[in-house]
């Protein structure tokens, strides 16, 4: 965006009192980590205000007054609490420093309409911050496992030794546990044993099911949809429930195939959905000109169709994937301890033994889920461009 | 055409109707043909019934697969919840000697019912049946499980009496080849003789005598349920297997009852002995069955208990749906459990406000964010959706052990507010192991899926729409209330009902992060099918819900369109 507004400095009057609302903000932090809330806020208020209008006004250099307020600020920090108030007081000072020019100079109008009023502006940020608050909630838990992981003690809290940043805090045992140690080994065995196998299940008779469903007349067409996305649909619990007593009837309950059957079952919808989606954008006259042109039907989809399709396909099975891989409830029933997976071990781990090798598996896990998300996102991107839709 | 001229002979010059005019003739004629001078309709018709037809077989093998790996364990889950089999098949002769009994009364059963129960517990208790019965009427009787168990040991020496005088009569009754002899056809006899144990061959299927059941019909009975056990579960040899103590008291019974004209009459193997042992049974020391079995327990004289048993006797049962709604069956109906039995109400009451509950605050969460992904730029919102998506796609049980490790007492959320003096030590929130962490917990797993369908729906609202509302005047909040938000309401309802389908459904997280008071009648089910093993309840309940996120597919169904569920 361009900058539709032009900016000039604002009065003293409304940055030192803005600046100092912060302040006090933060000041209750600290005021009640110190035993006084009241001297927390005031203080607060008053330090603040009073280095905004010393920085504008006196120093008036930015960047020597913004490294000088991030410095005050991380010693303060460090004497009141250490190592760990030194980082947050660096943060501090120069979110301080940069909110103090940021409002001075007025560039916080610079990229907003210049017809709003000031209470709109207000909103603005406002909304911009609950917004930011709830990327927050959305995304600390996963970030808060992987610090964790690499705790030296048994814990599944920060330890003061990592508070401090002392490394004898961290250690890579609960790594070197999930690698060595034999119940996990198996059920990674287990885990890739199982969703790879189901996941070509899922592809192979999803992706033919796909391309019958749209074909332009298929007799009962919603009713075989709604069967076919049902697994995605009936809570897991209730399939895991038919699943146990149908496959004991049958034999199949606590075997490999019995897993992989279900599992497979649980892929489906994923890879219906999205390949299906694919083949909305799908030009039918490409295999009405490979077969004109004399290619069997089978040629015709794997030479025509299938490299069209293949981004929906992949992404498909990588749903499938992930759904067999992540896959705990239905596992739990069907499977016996030989098909222990890597999410039963984790569940295992959660209610019975609490181990924080899980939060090493776990980190190892998110790695894993930002590689599928990565390849993905690549492939619907590729797929867009390929069917001539632009990417979002 | 040859009543149509060409152009090119015609009288009069050609008209632009000409062709027209042809067509019509043409049809006077007949059907329009193809090249293979089939009706064109006719082929047409056969083109798309070919298409049809290969549609469904590229279909065929997934709708199968998917029939038979998913929706048959689902129906089976349905036939557990009213199948009722055990009661009738365990204790056949008690519940058909239970149907003239009078529930209602206030006498318990005679004594020929005590005497089915005698033959029925004995072949139970030998096939290990009993103590599976006894559980499954405990779940509507307490104590019948022990009551089963305990007769179980003593049932076998209760017609040893009968056993002991037969015996004592005469020596041609202790033995197996004797019984056969007369009790088992000729053909089987020569059968069970030629065979050979250790040849691997299967055992001859035992074959009564001609006309023996006429005479000793309740000792033929008898001998054939023992004679397939033997030969099935055993797998002894029948042929010299010695009977059990339940025969010969079936034995009595006959030569007590049948009229002495037939057993006179008789004229088969073992004949003599036969009679001989009619002239004596009369004088035989008997057991009374009543008060055997009220020596054993005195609950066998319980009105309570035969209820029990006469209620639950048909093949099929309501009963445990009644459960699963608190009530139970009685002698004069369902009736409501009392008062203090009552949970599976307040746990579906439960499962219901909290998945409300984590509905409205993903809302609440999940607005927001959709409309700032909405209307940032297209490179910007990619990078913050990325942030949406990542813990989607991250594994379930790394989020909900991530929220253990955040919410615990000693957890991270609890650490840093005492760090800043918010909470003091000794008064740590609790937040974990009750219904605000299985909120909390389950919002945040389920927040992707409300924010993904209200985004795509709020990219497609026309921002021009919202400054044309403010050019004419709203305000801000008009704008976005009386323009903005009627438009975004279909992706709150897809949102709404996805989120709320998976959230009545959850099992993991609420088993994790819920305690017991932040529990969902999922784990309730699994408690059922994995601990107390009352599986037809755990089908009811199971039926129960499923019916439930039945209705709201069918609603999302007829809202969203089951084809327009989008994925990442």
């Known amino acids: 965006m361009v900058a539709l507004t032009p900016i000039s400095r604002t009065a003293p009057s409304f940055y030192v009192p803005v600046v100092a609302a912060f302040g006090a903000f933060f000041g209750v932090f600290i005021g009640t980590g110190q035993g006084s809330l009241l001297i927390g806020v005031i203080g607060g208020a008053v330090i603040m205000g009073a280095l905004a209008f010393v920085m504008t006004k006196i120093i008036k250099n930015e960047t020597a007054s913004r490294w000088g307020l991030a410095v005050l600020v991380a010693l303060a920090g460090f004497l009141l609490a250490g ?55 959305l995304i600390t838990p996963i970030l808060v496992v992987m610090p964790l992981s690499f ?96 496959y004991s009837r049958v034999g199949l309950q606590g075997t490999y195939i019995g897993v992989v059957l279900a599992h497979a079952a649980l892929g489906i919808p994923f890879v219906i959905i999205t390949v299906t989606a694919t083949l909305v954008g799908f030009d039918r006259s490409l295999t009405r000109a490979a077969a004109n042109m004399g ?64 939060l090493a598996v776990a980190t190892i896990l998110v790695f894993i889920s930002i590689c599928l998300l990565t390849v993905v996102e690549l492939l619907r991107r590729r797929s867009e461009r390929l069917r001539g839709m632009s990417p979002s | 055409m040859s009543d149509i001229k060409d152009a090119t002979t015609a009288d009069t010059a050609p008209t632009p109707d000409d062709a027209l005019r042809m067509a019509d003739a043409a049809e006077k004629k007949g059907p329009v043909l193809a090249a293979d001078g089939r009706p064109l309709k006719q082929s047409l018709n056969r083109a798309l019934r070919l298409q049809k037809l290969r549609a469904l077989a590229l279909v065929a093998p997934l709708l199968i697969f998917v029939l038979v790996t998913f929706i048959a364990p689902i129906a089976d889950m349905l036939f557990r919840s009213v199948e009722n089999e055990i009661v009738s098949e365990t204790l056949p002769k008690t519940t058909a000697a239970l149907e003239d009994w009078d529930a209602e009364g206030d006498t318990i059963p005679d ?12 072949f139970a208790q030998e096939a290990k049946l009993h103590s599976r019965l006894g559980s499954r009427l405990n779940y509507e009787q307490t104590g019948v499980s022990s009551l089963f168990r305990k007769t179980g040991r003593s049932v076998e020496d209760m017609g040893e009496v009968f056993q002991d005088q037969f015996e004592d009569l005469d020596d041609f009754w202790k033995t197996g080849e004797n019984w056969t002899s007369f009790m088992a056809s000729d053909e089987w ?42 030969r099935t579960e055993d797998e002894d040899n029948v042929y010299t297997e010695d009977p ?4 010969y008291s079936s034995f009595y019974d006959d030569l007590t009852r049948a009229d002495a004209a037939a057993i006179a009459a008789y004229s088969g193997p073992a004949a003599e002995q036969i009679k001989s042992a009619a002239t004596a049974a009369t004088g035989f020391e008997t057991i009374d069955y009543s008060e055997a079995f009220l020596d054993i327990d005195e609950d066998w004289h319980s009105i309570d208990v035969w209820r029990t048993i006469k209620i639950y006797s048909p093949k099929f049962t309501n009963g445990y749906f009644l459960n699963a709604i608190d009530m139970q069956k009685s002698i004069d109906g369902p009736e ?57 796609w991250t594994s379930l049980l790394v989020r909900t052990s991530a929220w253990k490790v955040m919410l615990q007492q000693q957890g991270v959320i609890n650490d840093t507010l005492v760090w800043l003096g918010l909470v003091a030590t000794d008064d740590r929130l609790v937040l974990i192991n009750n219904q605000t962490g299985t909120i909390i917990a389950m919002t945040h797993i389920l927040l992707p899926f409300m924010i993904l369908p209200m985004y795509s729906v709020m990219q497609t609202i026309q921002p021009t729409y919202l400054r044309a509302a403010k050019s004419l005047g709203a305000t801000n909040w008009t704008a976005f209330w009386r323009v903005y938000f009627p438009q975004s309401i279909p992706g709150i309802g897809a949102g709404s009902i996805l989120v709320f389908i998976l959230a009545i459904g959850y099992y993991i997280t609420p088993e994790i992060v819920g305690g017991t008071s932040g529990t969902f009648i999922s784990n309730r089910i ?31 169904d007829k809202i969203v369109g089951i084809d327009n569920v989008k994925l990442g």
């Open chain 2, 111 to 122: 004594e020929a019912v005590f005497e089915a129960l005698y033959d029925d517990m004995f």
């Open chain 2, 336 to 392: 409501l459990r009392p008062e203090n039995e009552r949970i599976y109400g307040i746990l579906f009451w439960r499962t219901m406000v909290m998945s409300i509950t984590i509905t409205l605050s993903c809302i609440l969460l999940g607005y927001p964010v959709a409309w700032i992904l909405a209307n940032l730029p297209a490179r910007n919102a990619n990078l913050l959706l990325i942030l949406v998506l990542l813990p989607f």
């Open chain 2, 189 to 230: 006899l020569a059968d069970i003789q030629a065979w050979d144990a250790d040849s691997g061959d299967r055992q001859p299927r035992f074959e009564l005598r001609d006309g023996i059941d006429d005479i000793l019909p309740a000792t033929a009975e008898s001998y054939t349920r023992f004679a397939n056990y033997v």
């Open chain 1, 151 to 246: 705790n030296a003690e048994n814990f599944f809290t920060f330890t003061p030794e990592m508070l401090r940043f002392d490394p004898a805090g961290y250690s890579l045992k609960h790594y070197r546990d999930f690698f060595t140690n034999d119940d996990w080994q198996n059920a990674l065995r287990n885990s890739v044993q199982i969703a790879p196998v189901a996941t070509l299940l899922s592809v192979s008779f999803g992706t033919l099911a796909a391309i019958g469903l749209s074909q332009p007349h298929v007799p009962f067409r919603r009713a075989i949809m709604a069967i076919l996305i049902s697994p995605m649909i009936v809570p897991l619990i209730i399939s895991a429930a038919g699943m146990y007593f149908f």
């Open chain 2, 526 to 556: 699994a408690y059922h099918i994995s601990s107390s093993l009352n599986w037809g309840l755990g089908a009811a309940l199971g039926a129960i819900l499923l019916a439930a996120v039945l209705l709201l597919y069918y609603a999302y």
């Open chain 2, 244 to 247: 059990w103590a339940v025969i």
């Open chain 1, 83 to 137: 190592i760990p108030g030194l980082v947050i007081g660096t943060f501090f000072g120069w979110f301080f420093g940069f909110l103090t020019f940021w409002l001075y100079e007025g560039r916080y109008r610079a990229k907003l309409p210049p017809y709003l009023t000031p209470g709109q502006v207000l909103w603005h940020f406002t909304f911009r911050t609950i917004c930011g608050a709830i990327f927050v909630f």
């Open chain 1, 295 to 358: 290619a069997n039907p089978v040629t015709t989809f794997f030479r025509v169709q299938m490299p069209l399709i293949l981004p929906g396909v992949i992404s498909g099975g990588l749903f499938a994937f992930i759904t067999s891989f992540d896959e705990v409830v239905v596992v739990l029933f069907v499977g016996s301890a030989g098909q222990k997976t890597l999410p039963w071990q984790m569940f295992i781990g959660l209610r019975e033994q609490i181990s924080p090798t899980i």
